[in-house]
T-cell receptor
Framework: QKEVEQNSGPLSVPEGAIASLNCTYSDRGSQSFFWYRQYSGKSPELIMFIYSNGDKEDGRFTAQLNKASQYVSLLIRDSQPSDSATYLCAVNGRSNTGNQFYFGTGTSLTVIP | AAGVIQSPRHLIKEKRETATLKCYPIPRHDTVYWYQQGPGQDPQFLISFYEKMQSDKGSIPDRFSAQQFSDYHSELNMSSLELGDSALYFC???????????FGEGSRLTVL
């Protein structure tokens, strides 16, 4: 079992709709949770991070964390065609020697104009 | 703002050759990570350094080695290259206190 699981999609939503991306993780000791956006052939770009249970909003993006269910999600409101990309969920669990990041396989999102 | 700098951006090598990738982290970031990403794959963690010491090791082949130098730049050395080593190699840096990971643009290695 992978440390971080995501639905690979593809997920298609019409322009202006809400896109919902989900992620589960296996290590209950994980402390930090990140969402990255990656366009094809480009490097992952940090969109959101969340450390505490609940919701965190930043513009059109909302990250939701439920540590009891080991679940983190990303909502994209008013989806735009430029949001079409692969979204990577990453989980950070601290070890004695440093930070260890685990990535999900990514969810491919297509926003249809 | 300064970002993570990687070089070269593109590299073409023959099988059994050697390649070296370089990474310059964001200033004052104390942790450097190397990731390998094949087509359609998620980034696979290779190795990390904290304050110039190796901190964690992932799925890095024995043919690969890495180090971080006194100026905090890091190099990933890959020997006896195989076709399967063709991938995007990302370097990322992080401030230990906040844990956010910032990626460089990546180095695309093609092994022929």
């Amino acid at each position: 079992q992978k440390e971080v699981e995501q639905n690979s999609g593809p997920l298609s939503v019409p322009e202006g709709a809400i896109a919902s991306l989900n992620c589960t993780y296996s290590d209950r000791g994980s402390q930090s949770f990140f969402w990255y956006r990656q366009y094809s052939g480009k490097s992952p770009e940090l969109i959101m991070f969340i450390y505490s249970n609940g919701d965190k909003e930043d513009g059109r993006f909302t990250a939701q964390l439920n540590k009891a269910s080991q679940y983190v999600s990303l909502l994209i409101r008013d989806s735009q065609p430029s949001d079409s990309a692969t979204y990577l969920c990453a989980v950070n669990g601290r070890s004695n020697t440093g930070n260890q990041f685990y990535f999900g396989t990514g969810t491919s999102l297509t926003v249809i104009p | 703002a300064a970002g993570v700098i990687q070089s070269p951006r593109h590299l073409i090598k023959e099988k059994r050759e050697t390649a070296t990738l370089k990474c310059y982290p964001i200033p004052r970031h104390d942790t450097v990570y190397w990731y390998q990403q094949g087509p359609g794959q998620d980034p696979q963690f290779l190795i990390s350094f904290y304050e110039k010491m190796q901190s964690d090791k992932g799925s890095i082949p024995d043919r690969f080695s890495a180090q971080q130098f006194s100026d905090y730049h890091s190099e990933l050395n890959m020997s006896s290259l195989e076709l399967g080593d063709s991938a995007l190699y990302f370097c990322a840096s992080s401030p230990r206190t906040t844990g956010e990971l910032f990626f460089g643009e990546g180095s695309r290695l093609t092994v022929l």
